[in-house]
Protein backbone atom coordinates (compact mmCIF):
# COMPACT_ATOMS: atom_id res chain seq x y z
CA UNK A 1 0.00 0.00 0.00
CA UNK A 2 1.26 3.62 -0.66
CA UNK A 3 1.82 5.97 2.14
CA UNK A 4 -0.67 8.40 1.55
CA UNK A 5 0.77 12.29 2.50
CA UNK A 6 -1.59 14.40 5.09
CA UNK A 7 -3.05 17.88 3.20
CA UNK A 8 -1.80 20.69 4.76
CA UNK A 9 -2.59 24.32 4.49
CA UNK A 10 -0.36 26.69 2.91
CA UNK A 11 0.27 28.73 5.86
CA UNK A 12 4.05 30.12 6.71
CA UNK A 13 4.14 27.91 10.12
CA UNK A 14 3.77 24.67 7.47
CA UNK A 15 6.18 25.95 5.26
CA UNK A 16 8.85 27.35 7.32
CA UNK A 17 8.78 23.67 9.31
CA UNK A 18 8.83 21.79 5.73
CA UNK A 19 11.86 23.65 5.38
CA UNK A 20 13.39 23.16 8.54
CA UNK A 21 12.73 19.22 7.88
CA UNK A 22 13.84 18.80 4.48
CA UNK A 23 17.20 20.68 5.76
CA UNK A 24 17.89 18.02 8.08
CA UNK A 25 17.31 15.57 5.85
CA UNK A 26 13.54 14.21 7.51
CA UNK A 27 10.48 13.40 5.51
CA UNK A 28 7.22 14.45 7.96
CA UNK A 29 4.48 11.06 7.59
CA UNK A 30 1.65 11.30 8.99
CA UNK A 31 0.43 8.57 11.47
CA UNK A 32 -1.98 6.90 8.36
CA UNK A 33 1.06 6.49 6.41
CA UNK A 34 3.38 5.13 9.49
CA UNK A 35 0.14 2.57 10.08
CA UNK A 36 1.57 1.35 6.48
CA UNK A 37 4.48 0.14 7.57
CA UNK A 38 5.29 -3.19 8.90
CA UNK A 39 8.39 -5.44 10.63
CA UNK A 40 9.69 -7.54 7.92
CA UNK A 41 12.34 -9.31 9.47
CA UNK A 42 11.28 -12.92 10.00
CA UNK A 43 11.97 -14.86 13.27
CA UNK A 44 13.39 -11.63 14.23
CA UNK A 45 13.82 -12.58 18.00
CA UNK A 46 14.69 -16.29 16.98
CA UNK A 47 11.67 -17.78 18.68
CA UNK A 48 11.59 -20.54 16.19
CA UNK A 49 15.49 -21.33 15.91
CA UNK A 50 17.65 -19.86 13.26
CA UNK A 51 14.59 -20.28 10.52
CA UNK A 52 14.68 -17.40 8.19
CA UNK A 53 17.91 -16.79 8.76
CA UNK A 54 21.15 -18.15 7.06
CA UNK A 55 24.25 -18.39 9.54
CA UNK A 56 27.97 -19.74 8.93
CA UNK A 57 27.66 -19.73 12.58
CA UNK A 58 25.60 -19.90 15.28
CA UNK A 59 22.72 -21.00 17.43
CA UNK A 60 20.06 -20.08 19.56
CA UNK A 61 19.80 -20.02 23.73
CA UNK A 62 17.67 -19.65 26.28
CA UNK A 63 19.91 -17.07 28.05
CA UNK A 64 20.67 -14.37 28.03
CA UNK A 65 17.23 -13.35 26.25
CA UNK A 66 16.11 -9.59 25.53
CA UNK A 67 12.80 -10.94 25.29
CA UNK A 68 10.95 -13.72 24.40
CA UNK A 69 12.53 -17.50 24.89
CA UNK A 70 15.63 -17.27 22.52
CA UNK A 71 18.28 -15.42 20.94
CA UNK A 72 21.06 -15.57 18.96
CA UNK A 73 24.55 -16.83 20.27
CA UNK A 74 26.96 -16.61 17.39
CA UNK A 75 30.77 -16.77 17.97
CA UNK A 76 33.65 -15.89 15.51
CA UNK A 77 36.52 -17.73 14.56
CA UNK A 78 39.36 -17.80 12.48
CA UNK A 79 38.14 -15.36 9.40
CA UNK A 80 34.93 -16.31 10.24
CA UNK A 81 32.94 -13.15 11.78
CA UNK A 82 29.76 -15.71 12.58
CA UNK A 83 27.65 -13.95 10.22
CA UNK A 84 23.78 -14.22 10.07
CA UNK A 85 21.67 -12.76 7.37
CA UNK A 86 18.09 -13.09 6.05
CA UNK A 87 16.75 -11.42 2.53
CA UNK A 88 13.61 -9.28 2.55
CA UNK A 89 11.40 -8.67 -0.07
CA UNK A 90 10.74 -4.77 -0.17
CA UNK A 91 9.62 -1.82 -2.19
CA UNK A 92 11.36 0.50 -4.17
CA UNK A 93 12.17 4.10 -3.64
CA UNK A 94 10.85 3.77 0.23
CA UNK A 95 12.39 4.39 3.82
CA UNK A 96 13.36 1.84 6.23
CA UNK A 97 14.44 1.88 9.26
CA UNK A 98 16.51 -1.62 11.14
CA UNK A 99 16.75 -2.17 14.69
CA UNK A 100 18.32 -5.23 16.70
CA UNK A 101 19.68 -5.74 20.59
CA UNK A 102 22.68 -7.09 20.68
CA UNK A 103 25.35 -7.82 23.98
CA UNK A 104 29.19 -8.11 23.17
CA UNK A 105 32.55 -6.96 21.38
CA UNK A 106 31.81 -5.89 17.85
CA UNK A 107 28.85 -6.40 17.22
CA UNK A 108 27.71 -5.28 14.03
CA UNK A 109 24.02 -4.65 12.38
CA UNK A 110 23.38 -3.86 9.06
CA UNK A 111 21.75 -3.67 5.57
CA UNK A 112 23.29 -4.70 2.17
CA UNK A 113 22.19 -4.40 -1.37
CA UNK A 114 20.20 -1.14 -1.00
CA UNK A 115 20.24 0.04 -3.89
CA UNK A 116 21.24 3.22 -2.78
CA UNK A 117 23.93 3.35 -0.04
CA UNK A 118 24.39 0.16 2.11
CA UNK A 119 24.20 0.77 5.68
CA UNK A 120 25.54 -0.49 9.52
CA UNK A 121 25.33 0.04 13.03
CA UNK A 122 27.79 -1.08 15.84
CA UNK A 123 28.98 -1.10 19.17
CA UNK A 124 32.65 -1.83 20.25
CA UNK A 125 31.12 -3.28 23.84
CA UNK A 126 27.64 -4.12 25.04
CA UNK A 127 28.05 -6.12 28.26
CA UNK A 128 24.31 -5.96 28.27
CA UNK A 129 21.55 -5.38 25.62
CA UNK A 130 22.16 -2.50 23.72
CA UNK A 131 19.76 -1.35 20.73
CA UNK A 132 21.46 -0.45 17.68
CA UNK A 133 19.69 1.09 14.90
CA UNK A 134 20.06 2.48 11.05
CA UNK A 135 17.48 4.08 8.36
CA UNK A 136 17.81 3.57 4.91
CA UNK A 137 15.99 4.52 0.92
CA UNK A 138 15.21 1.96 -1.04
CA UNK A 139 16.80 2.41 -5.25
CA UNK A 140 14.05 2.98 -7.91
CA UNK A 141 14.36 -0.71 -8.82
CA UNK A 142 15.20 -2.38 -5.33
CA UNK A 143 12.77 -5.09 -4.47
CA UNK A 144 14.98 -7.37 -1.68
CA UNK A 145 17.64 -6.59 0.65
CA UNK A 146 19.68 -8.17 2.70
CA UNK A 147 19.82 -7.73 6.74
CA UNK A 148 22.52 -9.08 8.73
CA UNK A 149 24.63 -9.19 12.11
CA UNK A 150 27.89 -10.74 12.88
CA UNK A 151 31.05 -9.99 15.43
CA UNK A 152 34.38 -9.72 14.46
CA UNK A 153 37.81 -11.14 13.80
CA UNK A 154 39.15 -12.71 17.18
CA UNK A 155 36.50 -11.22 19.52
CA UNK A 156 34.57 -13.77 21.45
CA UNK A 157 30.47 -15.05 20.95
CA UNK A 158 27.95 -12.32 20.65
CA UNK A 159 24.89 -12.43 21.15
CA UNK A 160 21.49 -10.48 18.95
CA UNK A 161 17.57 -10.25 19.71
CA UNK A 162 14.54 -8.52 18.71
CA UNK A 163 15.93 -7.43 15.14
CA UNK A 164 13.29 -5.67 13.43
CA UNK A 165 13.07 -4.26 9.63
CA UNK A 166 10.54 -1.44 9.42
CA UNK A 167 8.61 -0.06 6.55
CA UNK A 168 6.15 -0.73 3.72
CA UNK A 169 6.25 -4.48 2.33
CA UNK A 170 6.84 -5.27 -1.56
CA UNK A 171 4.18 -6.00 -3.66
CA UNK A 172 2.88 -9.91 -3.69
CA UNK A 173 2.69 -9.91 -7.57
CA UNK A 174 1.66 -12.79 -9.32
CA UNK A 175 2.71 -16.55 -9.61
CA UNK A 176 4.04 -17.54 -12.76
CA UNK A 177 2.21 -19.12 -15.19
CA UNK A 178 2.17 -23.21 -15.70
CA UNK A 179 5.03 -24.70 -17.30
CA UNK A 180 4.61 -26.60 -20.64
CA UNK A 181 6.50 -29.11 -22.52
CA UNK A 182 7.25 -31.16 -19.47
CA UNK A 183 9.13 -34.16 -21.03
CA UNK A 184 11.25 -37.08 -20.04
CA UNK A 185 14.99 -37.68 -21.53
CA UNK A 186 17.46 -40.12 -20.71
CA UNK A 187 16.23 -43.38 -18.05
CA UNK A 188 18.47 -45.24 -16.44
CA UNK A 189 17.71 -47.94 -13.53
CA UNK A 190 17.65 -44.91 -10.55
CA UNK A 191 17.53 -41.82 -12.30
CA UNK A 192 14.95 -39.93 -14.93
CA UNK A 193 16.13 -37.00 -17.09
CA UNK A 194 13.45 -34.26 -17.20
CA UNK A 195 13.09 -30.79 -19.00
CA UNK A 196 10.47 -28.11 -19.82
CA UNK A 197 9.76 -24.64 -21.27
CA UNK A 198 10.79 -21.63 -19.28
CA UNK A 199 7.91 -19.81 -17.89
CA UNK A 200 8.46 -15.46 -17.93
CA UNK A 201 8.69 -14.02 -14.70
CA UNK A 202 9.36 -17.62 -12.76
CA UNK A 203 12.63 -17.69 -10.42
CA UNK A 204 12.36 -21.31 -9.65
CA UNK A 205 10.55 -24.50 -10.85
CA UNK A 206 9.24 -27.44 -8.43
CA UNK A 207 9.52 -30.80 -9.18
CA UNK A 208 7.34 -33.16 -8.15
CA UNK A 209 7.19 -37.10 -8.52
CA UNK A 210 4.18 -39.00 -7.49
CA UNK A 211 2.29 -35.75 -6.34
CA UNK A 212 5.65 -34.79 -3.45
CA UNK A 213 7.55 -31.99 -3.96
CA UNK A 214 11.48 -33.41 -4.20
CA UNK A 215 13.17 -31.00 -5.66
CA UNK A 216 13.25 -27.01 -6.32
CA UNK A 217 15.83 -25.39 -9.45
CA UNK A 218 16.35 -23.05 -11.45
CA UNK A 219 16.67 -23.96 -14.53
CA UNK A 220 14.36 -25.93 -17.20
CA UNK A 221 15.82 -29.24 -16.98
CA UNK A 222 16.65 -31.46 -13.82
CA UNK A 223 18.00 -35.10 -13.59
CA UNK A 224 15.67 -37.02 -10.55
CA UNK A 225 18.45 -39.68 -8.95
CA UNK A 226 17.54 -42.54 -6.13
CA UNK A 227 14.69 -43.90 -7.96
CA UNK A 228 14.07 -47.72 -7.73
CA UNK A 229 14.61 -50.18 -10.70
CA UNK A 230 11.69 -50.91 -12.71
CA UNK A 231 9.53 -48.45 -11.17
CA UNK A 232 6.72 -46.44 -13.29
CA UNK A 233 6.99 -42.72 -11.36
CA UNK A 234 4.66 -40.06 -12.18
CA UNK A 235 6.04 -36.52 -12.52
CA UNK A 236 4.93 -32.26 -12.77
CA UNK A 237 6.78 -29.43 -12.38
CA UNK A 238 5.54 -26.07 -11.47
CA UNK A 239 6.87 -22.36 -12.02
CA UNK A 240 7.48 -20.34 -8.39
CA UNK A 241 8.48 -16.52 -7.49
CA UNK A 242 7.97 -14.33 -4.87
CA UNK A 243 4.64 -14.25 -4.93
CA UNK A 244 4.04 -17.95 -5.10
CA UNK A 245 3.79 -21.13 -7.29
CA UNK A 246 1.72 -22.00 -10.37
CA UNK A 247 -0.61 -24.92 -10.59
CA UNK A 248 0.90 -28.16 -12.03
CA UNK A 249 2.19 -29.30 -15.18
CA UNK A 250 0.51 -32.00 -17.38
CA UNK A 251 1.46 -35.21 -16.13
CA UNK A 252 4.31 -37.19 -17.61
CA UNK A 253 5.26 -40.86 -16.60
CA UNK A 254 8.47 -42.90 -17.01
CA UNK A 255 9.42 -46.44 -16.19
CA UNK A 256 13.06 -46.93 -14.89
CA UNK A 257 15.03 -49.57 -16.27
CA UNK A 258 15.84 -53.12 -14.79
CA UNK A 259 19.42 -52.83 -12.57
CA UNK A 260 20.87 -51.62 -9.49
CA UNK A 261 19.76 -48.59 -8.69
CA UNK A 262 21.10 -46.58 -5.36
CA UNK A 263 21.82 -42.88 -6.60
CA UNK A 264 25.86 -43.29 -6.14
CA UNK A 265 28.83 -43.87 -8.25
CA UNK A 266 30.13 -46.69 -5.83
CA UNK A 267 31.40 -49.99 -7.26
CA UNK A 268 28.52 -52.62 -7.85
CA UNK A 269 29.77 -54.32 -4.79
CA UNK A 270 31.76 -52.29 -2.01
CA UNK A 271 33.75 -52.71 0.51
CA UNK A 272 32.85 -49.83 3.39
CA UNK A 273 35.40 -49.54 7.00
CA UNK A 274 36.04 -47.33 9.46
CA UNK A 275 39.37 -45.25 9.34
CA UNK A 276 40.21 -44.10 12.86
CA UNK A 277 40.79 -41.06 12.62
CA UNK A 278 40.89 -39.50 15.29
CA UNK A 279 42.56 -41.78 18.05
CA UNK A 280 44.79 -44.67 17.63
CA UNK A 281 42.28 -47.26 20.12
CA UNK A 282 45.07 -49.77 20.55
CA UNK A 283 45.14 -50.83 16.50
CA UNK A 284 47.30 -47.97 15.76
CA UNK A 285 47.36 -44.88 13.54
CA UNK A 286 46.57 -45.95 9.47
CA UNK A 287 47.68 -42.81 7.28
CA UNK A 288 44.61 -42.08 4.95
CA UNK A 289 47.66 -42.33 2.26
CA UNK A 290 48.47 -46.09 3.07
CA UNK A 291 44.63 -47.21 3.21
CA UNK A 292 44.48 -50.10 0.13
CA UNK A 293 42.84 -49.81 -3.05
CA UNK A 294 40.27 -52.23 -2.08
CA UNK A 295 38.58 -49.72 0.56
CA UNK A 296 35.47 -47.71 -1.63
CA UNK A 297 34.03 -45.99 1.23
CA UNK A 298 36.42 -44.46 4.27
CA UNK A 299 34.55 -43.45 7.39
CA UNK A 300 36.19 -41.18 9.57
CA UNK A 301 35.60 -42.09 13.00
CA UNK A 302 34.64 -39.49 14.82
CA UNK A 303 32.64 -36.44 14.69
CA UNK A 304 32.08 -35.96 17.92
CA UNK A 305 29.44 -33.37 19.69
CA UNK A 306 30.94 -30.21 22.24
CA UNK A 307 27.88 -31.81 24.63
CA UNK A 308 25.07 -34.22 23.85
CA UNK A 309 22.31 -31.80 23.08
CA UNK A 310 24.63 -28.67 21.78
CA UNK A 311 24.20 -30.01 17.85
CA UNK A 312 27.69 -28.33 17.62
CA UNK A 313 29.99 -31.67 15.91
CA UNK A 314 33.74 -30.99 16.05
CA UNK A 315 36.30 -33.24 13.79
CA UNK A 316 40.07 -33.13 15.75
CA UNK A 317 42.33 -35.46 14.14
CA UNK A 318 44.81 -37.55 16.27
CA UNK A 319 46.89 -36.03 18.48
CA UNK A 320 50.53 -36.80 18.08
CA UNK A 321 51.32 -38.13 21.23
CA UNK A 322 48.72 -40.58 20.90
CA UNK A 323 49.46 -41.02 16.76
CA UNK A 324 53.01 -40.56 16.48
CA UNK A 325 52.67 -41.17 13.15
CA UNK A 326 50.11 -39.20 12.12
CA UNK A 327 50.14 -36.99 9.03
CA UNK A 328 50.29 -32.95 8.42
CA UNK A 329 46.56 -31.64 8.00
CA UNK A 330 47.82 -30.64 5.02
CA UNK A 331 49.14 -34.49 4.05
CA UNK A 332 45.49 -35.60 5.23
CA UNK A 333 43.88 -33.48 2.94
CA UNK A 334 45.86 -34.28 -0.53
CA UNK A 335 45.61 -38.31 0.47
CA UNK A 336 41.55 -37.69 0.56
CA UNK A 337 41.57 -35.81 -3.01
CA UNK A 338 43.56 -38.79 -4.10
CA UNK A 339 41.28 -41.28 -2.63
CA UNK A 340 38.48 -39.49 -4.39
CA UNK A 341 40.47 -39.45 -7.90
CA UNK A 342 40.25 -43.13 -7.51
CA UNK A 343 36.86 -43.39 -7.56
CA UNK A 344 36.35 -43.90 -3.29
CA UNK A 345 34.18 -41.82 -1.18
CA UNK A 346 35.50 -40.51 1.87
CA UNK A 347 32.58 -39.33 4.52
CA UNK A 348 32.78 -37.98 8.29
CA UNK A 349 31.38 -40.24 10.66
CA UNK A 350 29.35 -38.52 13.39
CA UNK A 351 28.92 -40.33 16.82
CA UNK A 352 30.43 -43.68 17.72
CA UNK A 353 30.26 -45.33 20.93
CA UNK A 354 31.14 -41.98 23.01
CA UNK A 355 29.76 -39.75 20.74
CA UNK A 356 26.11 -39.14 22.48
CA UNK A 357 24.32 -36.65 19.83
CA UNK A 358 20.59 -35.97 20.73
CA UNK A 359 19.25 -33.16 18.71
CA UNK A 360 16.57 -32.05 20.96
CA UNK A 361 15.85 -28.67 20.16
CA UNK A 362 15.57 -26.62 16.58
CA UNK A 363 18.62 -24.80 17.25
CA UNK A 364 20.59 -28.06 17.68
CA UNK A 365 19.33 -28.81 14.30
CA UNK A 366 20.53 -25.82 12.66
CA UNK A 367 23.80 -26.18 14.83
CA UNK A 368 24.21 -30.01 13.60
CA UNK A 369 23.84 -28.67 9.68
CA UNK A 370 26.22 -25.72 9.93
CA UNK A 371 28.78 -27.59 12.30
CA UNK A 372 28.83 -30.96 10.03
CA UNK A 373 28.82 -28.54 6.88
CA UNK A 374 32.45 -27.04 7.73
CA UNK A 375 33.62 -30.09 8.45
CA UNK A 376 32.61 -31.55 4.99
CA UNK A 377 34.11 -28.48 3.29
CA UNK A 378 36.81 -28.20 5.18
CA UNK A 379 38.13 -31.52 4.29
CA UNK A 380 36.37 -32.07 0.81
CA UNK A 381 34.34 -34.94 1.52
CA UNK A 382 31.36 -37.00 0.00
CA UNK A 383 29.11 -37.07 2.19
CA UNK A 384 27.87 -38.16 5.75
CA UNK A 385 27.85 -41.45 8.06
CA UNK A 386 25.10 -41.39 10.85
CA UNK A 387 26.58 -43.36 13.32
CA UNK A 388 24.45 -42.65 16.73
CA UNK A 389 24.63 -45.34 19.50
CA UNK A 390 23.55 -45.30 22.71
CA UNK A 391 21.16 -42.73 23.76
CA UNK A 392 21.31 -40.62 21.17
CA UNK A 393 17.94 -41.99 19.56
CA UNK A 394 14.62 -42.69 21.72
CA UNK A 395 11.14 -42.46 21.26
CA UNK A 396 8.11 -40.88 23.26
CA UNK A 397 5.61 -42.40 24.80
CA UNK A 398 2.76 -40.95 22.05
CA UNK A 399 5.64 -41.75 19.20
CA UNK A 400 3.91 -45.14 18.01
CA UNK A 401 3.76 -45.56 13.83
CA UNK A 402 7.28 -45.14 12.12
CA UNK A 403 5.80 -43.57 9.34
CA UNK A 404 4.90 -40.04 10.99
CA UNK A 405 7.68 -39.82 13.85
CA UNK A 406 6.96 -36.85 16.33
CA UNK A 407 9.78 -37.09 19.07
CA UNK A 408 11.95 -34.31 18.73
CA UNK A 409 15.86 -36.01 18.47
CA UNK A 410 14.23 -37.68 15.42
CA UNK A 411 12.65 -35.13 13.91
CA UNK A 412 15.20 -32.63 13.83
CA UNK A 413 17.55 -35.61 12.75
CA UNK A 414 15.82 -36.22 9.42
CA UNK A 415 15.44 -32.27 9.14
CA UNK A 416 18.92 -32.26 9.41
CA UNK A 417 19.61 -34.86 7.00
CA UNK A 418 17.44 -33.70 4.59
CA UNK A 419 18.62 -30.42 5.05
CA UNK A 420 22.26 -31.37 4.01
CA UNK A 421 21.05 -33.73 1.17
CA UNK A 422 19.56 -30.50 -0.40
CA UNK A 423 22.42 -28.54 0.31
CA UNK A 424 25.34 -30.83 -1.64
CA UNK A 425 22.81 -32.53 -3.93
CA UNK A 426 22.61 -35.57 -5.61
CA UNK A 427 26.26 -36.90 -5.21
CA UNK A 428 26.27 -36.22 -1.68
CA UNK A 429 26.99 -39.75 -0.14
CA UNK A 430 24.62 -40.46 2.97
CA UNK A 431 25.18 -43.88 5.35
CA UNK A 432 23.80 -45.65 8.76
CA UNK A 433 25.30 -47.44 11.01
CA UNK A 434 22.95 -48.07 13.48
CA UNK A 435 22.72 -51.15 16.01
CA UNK A 436 20.35 -54.07 15.86
CA UNK A 437 18.74 -52.73 18.89
CA UNK A 438 17.84 -49.89 16.66
CA UNK A 439 16.25 -51.68 13.47
CA UNK A 440 15.75 -55.51 13.77
CA UNK A 441 14.72 -55.30 17.70
CA UNK A 442 11.83 -53.39 16.00
CA UNK A 443 10.00 -56.03 14.59
CA UNK A 444 9.53 -57.48 18.30
CA UNK A 445 9.28 -53.89 19.79
CA UNK A 446 8.78 -50.37 19.22
CA UNK A 447 9.29 -47.33 21.65
CA UNK A 448 8.06 -47.81 24.79
CA UNK A 449 5.01 -50.25 23.34
CA UNK A 450 0.89 -49.52 24.12
CA UNK A 451 1.32 -50.41 27.14
CA UNK A 452 4.69 -48.72 28.70
CA UNK A 453 7.53 -50.13 30.21
CA UNK A 454 9.61 -51.22 26.94
CA UNK A 455 13.15 -49.66 26.50
CA UNK A 456 12.26 -46.56 24.51
CA UNK A 457 15.15 -46.78 22.40
CA UNK A 458 14.09 -50.12 20.55
CA UNK A 459 13.29 -49.44 16.86
CA UNK A 460 14.24 -46.08 17.25
CA UNK A 461 16.09 -45.59 13.62
CA UNK A 462 13.45 -47.14 11.61
CA UNK A 463 11.67 -43.76 11.49
CA UNK A 464 14.97 -42.14 10.41
CA UNK A 465 15.68 -44.84 7.92
CA UNK A 466 12.09 -44.95 6.49
CA UNK A 467 11.77 -41.00 6.47
CA UNK A 468 15.65 -41.04 4.39
CA UNK A 469 15.14 -44.11 2.10
CA UNK A 470 15.48 -41.92 -0.90
CA UNK A 471 18.40 -40.12 0.02
CA UNK A 472 20.07 -43.10 2.00
CA UNK A 473 22.75 -44.40 -0.14
CA UNK A 474 24.15 -47.81 2.01
CA UNK A 475 22.50 -48.56 5.36
CA UNK A 476 25.08 -51.31 7.07
CA UNK A 477 23.17 -52.25 10.37
CA UNK A 478 26.33 -53.21 13.20
CA UNK A 479 25.42 -56.68 13.21
CA UNK A 480 28.01 -57.48 16.40
CA UNK A 481 28.04 -56.32 20.18
CA UNK A 482 24.03 -57.24 19.66
CA UNK A 483 22.22 -59.56 22.11
CA UNK A 484 19.35 -62.25 20.67
CA UNK A 485 17.72 -61.07 17.82
CA UNK A 486 14.36 -62.63 16.49
CA UNK A 487 14.09 -62.99 12.55
CA UNK A 488 10.74 -62.85 10.62
CA UNK A 489 11.29 -67.11 11.43
CA UNK A 490 10.20 -66.25 14.60
CA UNK A 491 13.71 -67.85 15.61
CA UNK A 492 16.01 -65.85 18.18
CA UNK A 493 19.59 -65.38 16.62
CA UNK A 494 22.62 -64.96 18.18
CA UNK A 495 25.90 -63.71 17.01
CA UNK A 496 28.83 -65.98 16.11
CA UNK A 497 28.14 -67.36 12.29
CA UNK A 498 26.65 -67.18 9.06
CA UNK A 499 22.94 -67.34 10.47
CA UNK A 500 22.64 -64.23 12.55
CA UNK A 501 23.98 -62.42 9.67
CA UNK A 502 21.42 -64.27 7.01
CA UNK A 503 18.59 -63.75 9.08
CA UNK A 504 19.59 -59.83 10.06
CA UNK A 505 20.03 -59.05 6.74
CA UNK A 506 16.52 -60.63 5.55
CA UNK A 507 14.97 -58.43 7.67
CA UNK A 508 16.05 -55.20 5.81
CA UNK A 509 15.73 -56.90 2.36
CA UNK A 510 11.94 -58.60 3.10
CA UNK A 511 10.58 -55.65 5.53
CA UNK A 512 8.24 -56.17 8.50
CA UNK A 513 5.96 -55.32 10.34
CA UNK A 514 7.10 -53.08 13.55
CA UNK A 515 6.01 -54.54 16.89
CA UNK A 516 4.05 -57.39 14.88
CA UNK A 517 1.71 -54.85 13.96
CA UNK A 518 0.40 -55.73 10.39
CA UNK A 519 -0.78 -52.28 9.52
CA UNK A 520 2.58 -50.90 10.53
CA UNK A 521 5.33 -52.84 8.06
CA UNK A 522 8.38 -51.74 7.26
CA UNK A 523 9.55 -51.73 3.16
CA UNK A 524 12.26 -53.22 2.45
CA UNK A 525 15.61 -51.64 1.10
CA UNK A 526 16.97 -51.82 -2.50
CA UNK A 527 19.80 -54.75 -2.08
CA UNK A 528 21.90 -51.87 -3.47
CA UNK A 529 21.32 -50.01 -0.24
CA UNK A 530 22.54 -52.89 1.96
CA UNK A 531 25.56 -53.65 3.20
CA UNK A 532 26.82 -56.15 5.98
CA UNK A 533 28.24 -54.86 9.17
CA UNK A 534 31.04 -57.26 10.55
CA UNK A 535 33.73 -56.81 12.87
CA UNK A 536 37.30 -57.32 11.27
CA UNK A 537 38.96 -59.23 14.28
CA UNK A 538 38.05 -60.62 17.49
CA UNK A 539 40.05 -57.86 19.09
CA UNK A 540 37.53 -54.82 16.68
CA UNK A 541 34.29 -56.43 18.75
CA UNK A 542 32.18 -59.06 19.68
CA UNK A 543 30.51 -60.87 17.22
CA UNK A 544 33.52 -61.42 14.83
CA UNK A 545 33.21 -64.73 12.30
CA UNK A 546 35.58 -66.63 10.37
CA UNK A 547 36.09 -65.82 6.76
CA UNK A 548 34.60 -68.56 5.85
CA UNK A 549 31.25 -67.77 7.75
CA UNK A 550 31.59 -64.51 5.88
CA UNK A 551 31.41 -66.60 2.68
CA UNK A 552 28.64 -68.67 3.84
CA UNK A 553 26.13 -65.26 4.38
CA UNK A 554 27.29 -63.86 1.49
CA UNK A 555 26.73 -67.06 -0.63
CA UNK A 556 23.09 -67.26 1.09
CA UNK A 557 21.74 -63.97 0.38
CA UNK A 558 23.28 -63.68 -3.00
CA UNK A 559 22.99 -67.12 -4.39
CA UNK A 560 20.50 -69.09 -2.13
CA UNK A 561 23.10 -71.30 -1.31
CA UNK A 562 24.79 -72.23 1.98
CA UNK A 563 21.37 -71.14 4.01
CA UNK A 564 22.02 -73.78 6.64
CA UNK A 565 18.46 -73.72 8.81
CA UNK A 566 17.38 -70.33 8.08
CA UNK A 567 15.10 -70.06 4.46
CA UNK A 568 15.53 -66.28 3.32
CA UNK A 569 12.43 -65.25 1.45
CA UNK A 570 14.61 -63.90 -1.55
CA UNK A 571 17.85 -63.79 -3.79
CA UNK A 572 19.82 -60.54 -3.74
CA UNK A 573 22.82 -60.63 -5.98
CA UNK A 574 22.67 -56.98 -6.19
CA UNK A 575 23.34 -57.02 -1.79
CA UNK A 576 26.01 -54.06 -1.87
CA UNK A 577 28.60 -55.84 0.00
CA UNK A 578 30.40 -55.68 3.68
CA UNK A 579 31.36 -52.47 6.19
CA UNK A 580 33.47 -53.45 8.92
CA UNK A 581 34.86 -51.76 12.29
CA UNK A 582 37.60 -51.46 11.19
CA UNK A 583 40.02 -50.27 8.42
CA UNK A 584 42.68 -50.21 11.58
CA UNK A 585 41.97 -53.25 12.89
CA UNK A 586 41.86 -55.50 9.65
CA UNK A 587 45.86 -53.96 9.33
CA UNK A 588 46.37 -55.35 12.79
CA UNK A 589 45.17 -58.51 11.74
CA UNK A 590 47.17 -58.96 8.11
CA UNK A 591 43.81 -57.59 5.90
CA UNK A 592 42.01 -60.80 6.81
CA UNK A 593 38.79 -59.36 6.23
CA UNK A 594 39.74 -57.07 2.95
CA UNK A 595 41.27 -60.25 1.55
CA UNK A 596 38.23 -62.27 1.81
CA UNK A 597 36.49 -59.61 0.08
CA UNK A 598 38.78 -59.14 -2.41
CA UNK A 599 38.56 -63.52 -3.40
CA UNK A 600 34.63 -62.93 -2.89
CA UNK A 601 33.53 -60.00 -5.16
CA UNK A 602 37.38 -59.72 -7.25
Known amino acids: MDRSRPRARRTLVTLLTAAALAA ?13 DADLA ?44 QTVTVKPDSPYTLTGHVRGAYVYLGASGTGTTDVSAWTQSAPDWQRLTTTFRTGPTTTKVTIYTHGWYGTGAYHADDISLTGPGGEAGQPPAVPGG ?34 TVTGTSTTLTGLNPSTAYAFQVAAVNDAGESARSATVTATTAEGPGGGSDLPAHALVGYLHASFANGSGYTRMADVPDSWDVIDLAFGEPTSVTSGDIRFERCPVAECP ?9 AAIKAKQAAGKKVLISIGGQNGQVRLTTTAARDTFVSSVSKIIDEYGLDGLDIDFEGHSLSLDADDTDFRTPKTPVIVNLISALKTLKATYGDDF ?3 MAPETFFVQLGYQYYGTGKWGGQ ?8 PVIHALRDDLTLLHVQDYNSGPIMGLDNQYHSMGGADFHIAMTDMLLTG ?9 VFPPLRPDQVAIGMPASTNAGNGHVSPAEVTKALNCLTRKTDCGAYATH ?13 INWDRYSNWEFQRNFDAYFG
Not at 29 to 34: D, F, G, H, V, Y
Not at 325 to 333: G, H, P, W
Not at 570 to 582: D, I, K
Open 24 to 36: SGTTALSSAARAA
Open 42 to 85: QNGGFETGLDGWTCTAGATVASPVRSGTAALKATPAGADHARCA
Open 182 to 215: LRSGSVTSSSVDLSWSSVPGATGYAVYRDGARVR
Open 325 to 333: NVESDAEFK
Open 429 to 431: VLT
Open 455 to 462: DPRAGAYL
Open 512 to 520: FPVAGDAGK
Open 570 to 582: GTWPALRGLMTWS
